[in-house]
C-alpha cells in the first residue's frame, strides 16, 4: 500500500510560482496514476492534473493549463506540480492522489494536503 506525503505548500504573491512535491513510500508507486487535486474554503475538491504511470500522457484542469505542470520521477517516488502565474483564485489545499483505475474509486490513495495561499 502506497502512502503520499505533499510538501512545498506555503504563502506566494500573485504572479509567483511554487512546486509542490508529494512522496510515496512503497514499491508499487510506479503502477500508480498520480493526480493532484485541491479544495478551497467552502468548495468541493476538484481535479487539478494527473499523469499516467509512465510519464507518456497527463491531463489538466482547464483553469491551470499553461500554468501548472505535473511530473514524475518514479526513481524517486516522487511527483510533482510545478505552479506558475499563481492567482488568488489558486487558493486552496492541494492533495495529491493515487489510482489504479479512475478518480472516483474507493480505492484511491489520497495525501492529507499542503496549503496553498496566493496573495493579490
Known amino acids: 500500500q502506497v502512502q503520499l506525503v505533499e510538501s512545498g505548500g506555503g504563502l506566494v504573491q500573485a504572479g509567483g510560482s511554487l512546486r509542490l512535491s508529494c512522496a510515496a513510500s512503497?514499491?508499487?508507486?510506479?503502477?500508480?496514476?498520480m493526480g493532484w487535486f485541491r479544495q478551497a474554503p467552502g468548495n468541493e475538491r476538484e481535479f487539478v492534473a494527473h499523469?499516467?504511470?509512465?510519464?507518456?500522457?497527463?491531463s489538466y484542469a482547464d483553469s491551470v493549463k499553461g500554468r501548472f505542470t505535473i511530473s514524475r520521477d518514479n526513481a524517486k517516488n516522487t511527483v510533482y506540480l510545478q505552479m506558475n502565474n499563481l492567482k488568488p483564485e489558486d487558493t486552496a489545499v492541494y492533495s495529491c492522489?493515487?489510482?489504479?483505475?479512475?478518480?472516483?474509486?474507493?480505492?484511491?490513495?489520497w495525501g492529507q494536503g499542503t496549503q496553498v495561499t496566493v496573495s493579490s
Open positions: 492522489a493515487a489510482t489504479r483505475t479512475r478518480w472516483d474509486s474507493p480505492n484511491n490513495i
Open positions: 512503497g514499491r508499487t508507486f510506479s503502477s500508480y496514476i
Open positions: 499523469i499516467s504511470s509512465s510519464s507518456v500522457s497527463t
